[in-house]
């Protein structure tokens, strides 16, 4: 089909349905719909690591960002009650400043961005490094430091949430 | 590459009528159960037994008076109820159910699609099933119907995690897989994963319980406190929907307990039939007599869950959240910690 294979076109639609549900995220009025757009959003994501061969990362995405955290997002936007008629509506200079800083950090990327075509990428692994088997094997065996490390941050996080969540300390 | 397609959209369609049938009788059944326990006849009028009771309940859902509100974001609440049952299904592409038939020279597993990250994407899509729940709430535009919905999600979000735990004992005990059908076919060697995980199973089964938005866990659509719960302001078929897919949620949630803890298709001295009735392997027989066996431990556990439901008073929500977080989840990570000494014991961990 006009010279693509299979894959390229899955990679075209995903990355086009990716780009405009993210888009949509910012253009929407309605906070919830917002939310929403950006679960959407992590779907086309983690189709995108299904075409990559990364199905443990894909469906950890899933249950993980879309399953959890956002869930946590609604939560907060459903009891806030937030809608058109009590969203605070912003001064004309705001507007203008937040447009002129999202301006900067786009030329800041397409700068940085600018070269990237011309670097050969070397392929470094084997393509069934996202299975769930080398997954584990490389990260048990020639990460297990940087691995033990992350998961005392992130016990850490959870005692510091913990702390805050909590009404009087003790 | 056709015949794959054929034998997939067949298992599909197979799986998918079968789901559906098996929760439109589990409303019948659960009626007779409930009449069996207290004594009285149950539905008795619409066929024999009252076996023709599901389809009147349906034409009832179909032709009664559809009410949108006017004041709710009319998308989000028709796709709701869609949302729910689609996730509800989902899950039930993972259920191997039964031994591979063989047809010519190739196998044929009766299974939609052996994901090799099964247990993980049970549990994405567990945690999805949320969506719909919580949309219908939201879009509905009543405060009933948001703090049923709210209700419904925290307590399906805090089951999760002493259900993920019980699950990593569970593939420790299985050999480190996270796929459906080899977790099952371990069993078919050794025991049932019952004898090694029996305080896991508990927690697997309480969780599944809470999770699926079963009594004593319904809470999310407490009669006396939230009039309907999330589903307050649907009507006819959408109500039907919510109410279905409540029922396909129980019918996959005890497949995959009769799978992952109870053998699934295996059953004892199940080798020892096959060969006194003369049966090779990749015979359909076998396949049949498998899938009989998957099947009956399966309806077993939709038993259990409705002889819970009337034997079992409603929780009150900070009993709910104080069972979940304060008791389920510690004794996960015991059960854990206990499942890795004696695995390690039983030589199957090498560190």
New interface residues.
Partial sequence: MLGYTITQWLFGIISFLSIMFALMVVFTR?P?NSV?YL?LTFFCIAAHYLLLNA??LA??H??VY???IM??F??VI??MNLNQDSEPQKTMASKLIAGIIGGLLLVVLVGALKGTEQIQLSQSGHSEIG???NLGRVLFHEYLFPFEIVSILLLSALVGAIMIGKKEIK | MLEFIIYKSIICTIIFVVSLGIAAYSTWWERKFAGLLQDRWGPSRAGIWGLLQPLADGGKMLFKEEIIPNVS?KF?FVLAPALFIVTAIMAGVLIPWGPSVKIGETFYALQVSD???GV??L??V???G??GI??GG?ASNNKYS?LG??RA??QM?SY?LAMGIALIALIITAGGT?SFSEIVAAQDKGVANIVWQPLGFIIFFICALAETNRAPFDLAECETELVGGYHTEYSAFKLGLFLFAEYINMFVSSAVMAGFYFGGYNFPFAHELYQAMGLQEGSWIISLIGFGAYFTKTLIFISVFMWIRWTIPRFRYDQLMNLGWKSLLPLSLLNLLITVVVEYFRGNINL
């Fill in positions: 309605n919830i929403l679960v199905q443990f469906v950890v899933i249950a879309a399953g959890a869930v946590l609604l939560f459903m009891l299975l769930v088997k | 974001n989000l994901i090799n990250v993980i994407f549990l994405g567990t945690s999805i949320v969506y919580m949309i939201w948001l919905a709210i999600s925290a979000i999760e996270l």
